[in-house]
């Protein structure tokens, strides 16, 4: 259980510097924003490769259980910062897919 805590949570810091650093970008493209976000865009996207490979496991691996909890910082992200009411089958969505980050990190013990 410590092991998917430990994940989940750099998995969460992973998905911020991600969305982070396309949501800047967004920002300068679509609404006009001062083209100095590009340079923090790309600091928080060099931080999301890094941290990516913090994790004891074969990349493969890791990019599939990002997938899950990505999936659901991005609802929370829609929420918190865009605004919108997140709807039940976004939050099963979110659930379902945090399971299946769940069961692919428990699978990661002794594999490279």
């Known amino acids: ?3 998917i805590l430990k ?3 750099l998995f969460i ?20 924003g001062p083209m100095w976000v590009l340079i ?5 996207l060099a931080l999301f490769v890094w941290l ?27 929420r918190v910062v865009d605004g919108v009411k997140l ?6 969505g979110a659930g379902i897919a945090l399971l299946g980050m769940s069961i692919i990190v428990l699978g990661w013990h002794d594999k490279a």
């Open 1 to 3: 259980m410590t092991l």
């Open 7 to 9: 994940t989940t949570g």
């Open 13 to 32: 810091a992973t998905a911020l510097a991600e969305i982070i650093g396309c949501f800047l970008p967004y920002l300068w493209l679509r609404k006009s």
């Open 40 to 44: 923090p865009a790309v600091m928080s």
């Open 52 to 78: 990516l490979t913090l994790h004891p496991t074969a990349s493969g691996r890791v990019y599939a259980a990002y997938g899950g909890v990505y999936v659901a910082t991005a609802l929370v992200w829609l």
């Open 87 to 92: 709807s039940a089958l976004d939050w099963a």
